[in-house]
C-alpha cells in the first residue's frame, strides 16, 4: 500500500479502479450538460477551461499538419506536466482498456479455470516490447504522407472509445450522427478486446502507441519503483501479478526500478506484500537511479 | 496456447454474430439515400459544411485528431449541430460537419473554436466565419412567390448585414449576399417544407456562382406574364405539395 492508500485504508488495484471509474464518470456527465470534462482522452477541454491532448496525437497532429501553433502546444503542455510526474501512470489508472482488458481476462480466468498467477506464456511475450517504437515511428510517418492523423483518427483505442460513446448518446437521443461511426469504432474496440482474449497484453506490452509514448516518460518521471532493502524470499509472486512484463525480482537489490512498460498498476506491490513488503511506488527522489 | 480453436470460432462467432446484428439494425439508416426534399435539387453541398472557424479544408484535415470536443461542446450548448463523419468519404472519417441544418443548425455560439484542443478551429468574429454560403431557392421560397414571409432574415444571426431585399407586386423577396457564413438558420426557420435554403460549401458556392446569378437577373428581369406563368403553373403547386409534405412530417 502506498501512504494514500493506507490512509484510505484501501488497496491500490482498488485505489486505481476509483480513479478510473471517476474519470469515466466526469467524462459521461458532458452528456447530462455538465461542463467538468468534455471531449475524450485523445483531446478534451478540462472545467470549461484547461485544454488537453493526449501527446502522441498531438505529435501526429503536429507532422500532419507540419505546423506548429501556440494552440495545440498549450494544450499539450498540462498532459506532458502530468506525465513529467506520473510517468506511464495513464496506462495502469487513466485507460479505460486496462479496464476492459482486465474484464476479458476474468472471463477467460473462469472459463478455463486458471488463477492469477497462472496466465500462461504465448508466443506473444517473445514479442519484444521494441516493436511498439518501430510502430510508432511508422504511424508518424503514414501521418506525414497522408496528412492526417492517422494512429487518432482511425486506429486509436481512445478515440473510438469516445467515439463510440458520443455516437451511442447521439443515436439514443436521435441527434444528428451517421450510425456507421458507432459500428466502425465499435469494432475496433471489439478486435482489440479479441487480441486481448487471444494474446494478453499484446497491445499494451508492445503495440500501443500511446503507452509507448507514456513509456518514454518512466525514464524521467518522479513517479517509480522503488525498492526496500531487505530479504527478497525469491517467490516471484511480483513478476507473476504484473502483466507488463516487467522484470522486477532480478532488479530487487538496486535501489528502484523505471522501466518503460511499468504501468504503475502497483499489482507487484500487492504481491510483494505477502512476503517481503520491498516494493513501493515512490515520487520521492531515489538515489542511483 | 490455452486458447483453443474451438474457442476462437465461438468467440469469431459471437463477435461477427454482433456486429452482424448491429450493423443489420442500422444498415438501411446507412445506406437510405436522403429523400431529396431539399431546395436547390441541382446544386450539391459540396462537401462537409464545418464547424464554425475550421481552418482551410486540407489544414484542417491534417490538424483535426476527431477527439470530439467540439461535438460534445456543441451538445453541452444544447444546439447539437455537428456530426461525426462517417465512412463515405474515407479521407474525412471522424472529423466535425453540420449535418442536419433544418434540425440543427449552427448557432454560432462560437465556444466550439474556443475549445478545439488542436486549432483546427479557430478562434475568430461570427462575421468571418465562413462555414458555407446559404442560397434561395426562388422557385420555392415564399416571398419570391407572391408573400411576405422573410423568416430566413429574421432568423439569421447578421441580419441585414446579409439580406438584400427586393419588394415588389411578387412579394417581399430576400436574397442572401456573400457576407453569408453559412450557419444555417435560415435553412432551420424557413416555414416551407424541407427548406427553401440550402447551405453548400464555400468552394462548391464558386463553382455555380455564376449560374445562380444568372438565374437570379433573369428572374429580376421577366417580364409580368412570364412571371405570373411560372409562379401560378410551376412554383405554387410545389409549394403546396411541400406543405403536404411538411404535414406529414410532422404528423
Ligand atoms: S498501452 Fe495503450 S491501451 Fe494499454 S493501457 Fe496504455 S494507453 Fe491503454
Ligand atoms: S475539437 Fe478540433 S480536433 Fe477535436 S474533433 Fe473538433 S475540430 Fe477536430
Ligand atoms: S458555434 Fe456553437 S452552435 Fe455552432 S457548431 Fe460551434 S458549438 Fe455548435
Ligand atoms: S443567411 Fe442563413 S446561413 Fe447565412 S448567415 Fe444568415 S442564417 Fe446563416
Redesign the pocket.
Known sequence: MTKIGRYFKVKLSKLRRFVLLGIIILFLLQFFGVKALV?GLT?SVAVWFVKLIDVFAYFESLIASKDFTMTAFWAVLPAIALYLIFGRAFCGWVCPMDFLYEIVNRIKDKRQGSGVGSQKKTIADKISPKIGYVVAMLLIVISALISIPFFTNYISHLTNFFRTLTGGVFLALDLPVEPVVVVYSLSVITALLVLEYIYPRLWCRALCPVGKTYGLFNKVSLLKLKFVEGECGECNLCEQMCYMNVKIARNIDRPGLRDTNCIYCGRCVEGCETKGKLIKLSLKRVKEL | MDFTRRDFLKLSVIAGGALTVSSGLYLPRIFAADKELGPLPGIDVGGLIR?PG?LPERE?RS?????????N?CRVMKYDAIAIAGLRDLRNFG??YIKEMRDFPCYLCME?PK????G??QKIEKEKVTMGMALIDFGLCFGWNGDICLSCSKACPLGALVFDFHHGTWGNQPYINEKCVGCGLCVRYCPLGGSAVKVVTRSQYAIVKEDYLIKFKRLMAMPDEERYAVVYGQNLPEIIARGRLLEREHR
Open positions: 471531449g483531446g | 464547424p475550421a484542417f490538424k483535426c485528431i476527431s477527439c470530439g470536443v467540439c461535438v461542446v472529423t466535425p466550439c475549445h478545439c484542443p488542436t483546427a478551429l
